[in-house]
């Protein structure tokens, strides 16, 4: 799988997010996602969001996830 293409699935899931992706080898990727669907969600609930719109290409297609997940007022403050 592709950045671009990790991109816009988690686009879709998450509309009106800023999202980034990145992969040195398209198999291994780190993502920062601010979005405000993650308001009043502890990190392992947002993760299993993420997770959850990823379904079977973890493990497969994207070996390893790295997640940053944020709202906008936490991306704000840090």
Do not use: C, N, W
């Amino acid at each position: 799988m592709q950045s671009h293409e990790l991109k816009s699935l988690l686009q879709a899931a998450f509309p009106g997010a800023r999202i980034d992706v990145a992969s040195p080898d398209e198999v291994h990727f780190q993502a920062t996602i601010e979005s405000e669907s993650f308001a009043g969600k502890p990190t392992l609930a947002r993760h299993r969001m993420v997770y959850a719109v990823l379904g079977e290409r973890m493990g497969g297609e994207v070996h390893a996830l790295s997640l940053r997940t944020l709202t906008p007022e936490e991306a704000v403050e840090h």
